[in-house]
C-alpha cells in the first residue's frame, strides 16, 4: 500500500488565479493515471526499499567494524 500525499493547503497564485472564470475556464479537468504492474517480489520491494537499504547498510556497518575488530585481536595476540 503506497503512502498517501499531503494535502495542499497552499492557495494558488498564478496569473489566472484573480480572473473569474469564463464559460470555457468551467469544463471539467481530466487527469490521466498508470498503474504500475507489479509482481509479488517487485510490489514487496516497493513497499520495503526503503527499509531494506537502511537494515542492510547498518547490517554491513557491524559486519565490518567486527571483522576489523577480530583481525585487531589477531594482531595483537
Known sequence: MARKN??????YTGEDARTPQTPAQSQPVV????AADRGAVGQWWFDKKR?????????????LVGWLLFELFRILL
Open 6 to 11: 499531503k494535502k495542499r493547503t497552499k492557495r
Open 31 to 34: 487527469h490521466h493515471y498508470e
Open 51 to 63: 527499509t531494506v537499504k537502511i537494515v542492510s547498510g547498518a547490517t554491513g556497518i557491524v559486519v
